[in-house]
């Protein structure tokens, strides 16, 4: 009996520093790859500095890829929205620019529509204080990030950024969602 490969899903989010975001997805069972990039800016395969400048348009976001009989993508929106404030427009904590903007480039029109019914389910819930801001963009270019990105959490612990930011965020979600990490 042969079994049929699940064909992997991606999502594409934004959530403040994609160090932040990268370390957490990389980590849900079910996650096949989660990588940092840009996405939604007028300048192809931008640089890092460049998107700081504030002047490219992109935002720091990372792509998820997964396989869906493992995770759903509400599933992937839930954490989302549990591991940045969807609040504040353009900006995480002290992270402050476009850079930073909450967004969802949605892949398809299923992802667009859960991911408008999870806003619309959070607002009326009143779990966050004020309206959430989190833009839903169509799909657009994702331009991986420089390769020193690339698991620079788990690579750098000690680095002051991932000391005060990154770990709590990560710690914070380890523990809310430990029963959907990797193994």
């Given at each position: 009996m042969s079994s049929t490969p699940v064909e992997m899903q991606s999502a594409v989010f934004g959530g403040g520093c994609f160090?932040?975001?990268?370390?957490?997805f990389a980590a849900l069972h079910g996650v096949h790859s989660a990588q940092s990039g840009y996405c939604g800016g007028a300048v192809d395969n931008p640089s890092y500095e460049q998107v700081c400048t504030k002047q490219t348009g992109h935002i720091e976001v990372v792509k998820i890829d997964f396989d869906p009989t493992q995770i759903s993508y509400k599933d992937l929106?839930?954490?989302?929205?549990?591991?940045h404030d969807?609040?504040?427009?353009?900006?995480?904590?002290?992270?402050?620019?476009p850079q930073y903007q909450s967004a969802i480039f949605w892949q398809d029109v299923a992802q667009r529509e859960m991911a408008a019914a999870v806003i619309s389910e959070l607002n009326v819930s009143g779990e966050f204080a004020a309206p959430i801001c989190t833009e839903?963009?169509?799909a657009a270019t994702f331009w991986p990030a420089e390769a020193y990105h690339d698991n620079y959490f788990a690579l750098h612990p000690e680095q002051g950024y991932c000391q005060m930011v990154?770990?709590?965020k990560v710690q914070k979600f380890r523990k809310r969602f430990a029963a959907?990490?990797?193994s």
């Open positions: 160090w932040c975001v990268e370390a957490v929106l839930e954490v989302l929205f549990a591991i969807p609040t504040t427009p353009g900006r995480q904590g002290n992270d402050v620019g839903l963009r169509p990154v770990a709590p959907r990490l990797k």
